[in-house]
């Protein structure tokens, strides 16, 4: 094979000097589909799972229940109503919104919740 048979093969040869734009459009599509998923994961999905046992915690609050509030006061369930609980601290007796409970930190036992 001499050098200008070798010339002919390569000027026939087809030269893409810019990737297809469809692959460009759905390569691009993919990245976004990607981003999405893991904004879903990472952040949404955390914080639906925390609002589910946070709302599991508040319906299973009953007499008794030493809670945490979120602004840090302790104290033990006195009753509980429909939107708001009664709370008593040390000698004095609150009325919150159920919302304001952060946490459960001791379960009232059946024998002495009253």
Do not use: H
């Not at 599509?29 to 508040?58: C, E, H």
């Not at 319906?59 to 104290?75: A, R």
């Amino acid at each position: 094979m001499n050098f200008n048979m070798f010339g002919i093969m390569l000027a026939a040869a087809p030269v893409e000097t810019e990737p297809n734009p469809t692959a460009k459009t759905i390569l691009g599509g993919v990245w976004i589909a990607m981003m999405v998923g893991m904004v879903y994961f990472m952040i949404l999905r955390p914080q639906q799972k925390r609002t589910k046992d946070l709302n599991n915690l508040l319906k299973g609050l009953k007499t008794g229940d030493k809670i945490v509030t979120t602004s840090g006061i302790i104290g033990t369930v006195v009753s509980v109503k429909d939107r708001s609980i009664s709370l008593r601290s040390a000698e004095t007796k609150l009325e919150i919104l159920k919302s304001a409970v952060a946490e459960v930190t001791e379960r009232a036992t059946e024998g002495s919740a009253t």
